[in-house]
């Protein structure tokens, strides 16, 4: 059943304030934009006003909500208005870890760029010799670890008597780590009359006290305090799914082909992940449509189009431009990211599960946003169970499987006799049995389902369970792990310059070669299909007329270039 796709005004209840509501001067509006940031996060519109008056402010947030854009940009309109720059910082923002020192340098690098907003990370680990110099050039926002930030106080680099603002960011996390002597060794050094900020995912009475003690007369905001009533929330059926930021990709194409959805929406954070998502979808094989603040009215209602009629099932969007729309059919709701707030989630699993059909929502959360995703079943009062990713193995047998279901299919129907010749005259050389197999795997391998990439995403939910909520060290970086891609003994790798992306599919490669080359289909090895190219095992004997055949002859209509594999990467 094709989706019927509603696309109207929505109700008026939700706040609408925009980052030009609260009076942020243009330099920064334009980087926001810049970033493909839609709207501000609840956090952000609740922290900035205050902060921009010069209010002290108590923030109750987790990663993930937009704090530190909710801090940073205050701090960096804090800095524009400064009548004169000097060398000693303006603000200093003091964090638990250096992973964290260098992700809020990196932010307010990057809000800050068209004012000349010189940051600088301090962390214990990195020689000092570098920090020195900075420091001596000028700096206007230090972000540190407690530790080394005392170690520059003491050698008297660190100058603090013209900081106007300081953000505790993470503070119980640092009263965890030990750090509550430094903080107020270092809170000493300050001038009185500075602003103070404090940022914690908890409120244990540790952190009242160090506010009570540093901060003037405080706003304080919660993010997640406001409980839903018992069953508004809609019955949905949920999980979560904990994957380190490199696999994401991978890990949502993964649970995609295992879920099947009828029709989807997937949230992303930005523009730039919105278009950059819906891409790599497409690559994949997905009909995948995109939809944020930078689409036009006539594009948008394309895509409305494309869903209405079913040539898309994959909505990939921002909230902002999900906003009024109402799709009927609606079977799963993805969120690449954990929402900003409870709210927000709330609001878009209430997508599905209407009208008593089941719905789906799914949640994929960084290792150091899984405090968030605990703010979030705290608030809807629901478990949200974490799942395994399906493995490479699980998916094979999914994929063996649907292979099987067709088969079965097929052999239900009673036109195989046309096929009958091609069976007998095949018995003169082989079994039956190996007939069946081959004839198995090249219905397997056509419906596509064994040419797809087979990275393996490493399982970290284990260990997350283990760490505290919150914890950011968990998350094994870029690490990527590649299969083997030695070929078979006796077999070489030939490279063609044409993979999925130019709907090339193994049997493709098999004809053009068994075709050109005169080698027979069982000759020819493991065939592997990226994007942009595809790998085929041939006879080391035969490679060169291999290649020497398919000068000049087209695969799919279209000429592709074959070399060896080892010329492509040399
Ligand atoms: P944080 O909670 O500060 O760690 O931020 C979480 C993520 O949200 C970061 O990747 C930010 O770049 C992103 N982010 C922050 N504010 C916004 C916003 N208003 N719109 C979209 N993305 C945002």
Known sequence: MTPEVTDVADDATEDRTTFA?????????????????EEPTP????????????????????????????????????????????????????????????????????????????????????????QLQALERGVDVVVATPGRAIDHIGRGTLKLDGLQIVVLDEADEMLDMGFAEDIESILQETPSERQTVLFSATMPPRIDKLARQHLKDPVRITIGREQTAPGEAPRVRQSAYIVPRAHKPAALGRVLDVEAPTAAIVFCRTRD?????????????????????GISQEQRDRVMGRLRNGTADLLVATDVAA????????????????????????????????????????????PREHGMLKTIERVTKQRIPVEKVPTVADLRARRLELTRA??????????????????????????????????????????????????????VSARIDRDRPGRGSAEPGNRRERRPRTPTAGMTRLFFGAGRSAGIRPQDLVGAIAGEAKLKGRDIGAIEIADRFSLVEVPESSAQSVIVALRGATVKGRKVSVRLERDQQG
Request: glycine content about 8%.
């Open 21 to 37: 509501d609260l009076a942020l001067r243009p330099e920064l509006l334009k980087a926001l934009t810049t970033l493909g940031y």
């Open 43 to 130: 956090i952000q519109r609740e922290a900035i006003p205050p902060l921009l008056e010069g209010k002290d402010l108590l923030g109750q947030a987790a990663t993930g909500t937009g704090k530190t854009a909710a801090f940073a940009l205050p701090v960096l309109q804090k800095l524009a208005e400064a009548e004169r720059r000097t060398t000693a910082p303006l603000a200093l923002v003091l964090v638990p870890t250096r992973e964290l020192a260098v992700q809020v340098c990196e932010a307010v690098h990057k809000y800050g760029r068209d004012l000349g907003a010189r940051v600088l990370p301090i962390y214990g680990g990195q020689p000092i010799g570098r």
């Open 273 to 293: 992940e919105v278009d950059q998502l819906t891409e790599t979808l497409n690559g994949r094989g997905y009909r995948a449509e995109s939809l944020h603040g």
């Open 323 to 366: 906003r009024g729309l109402d799709i009927e059919q609606l079977t799963h709701v993805v969120n690449y990211n954990v929402p900003s707030a409870p709210e927000s989630y709330v609001h878009r699993i209430g997508r599905v599960g209407r009208a008593g059909r089941e719905g789906v929502a799914i949640t994929l959360v960084e």
């Open 406 to 459: 067709a088969l079965h299919e097929s052999l239900l129907e009673d036109d195989l006799e046309g096929f009958r010749v091609v069976v007998e005259t095949l018995t003169d050389d082989f079994d039956l049995m190996e007939i069946a197999l081959a004839a198995v795997k090249l219905a397997h391998e056509a419906s596509g389902a064994a040419a797809t990439e087979e990275e393996e995403i490493p399982d």
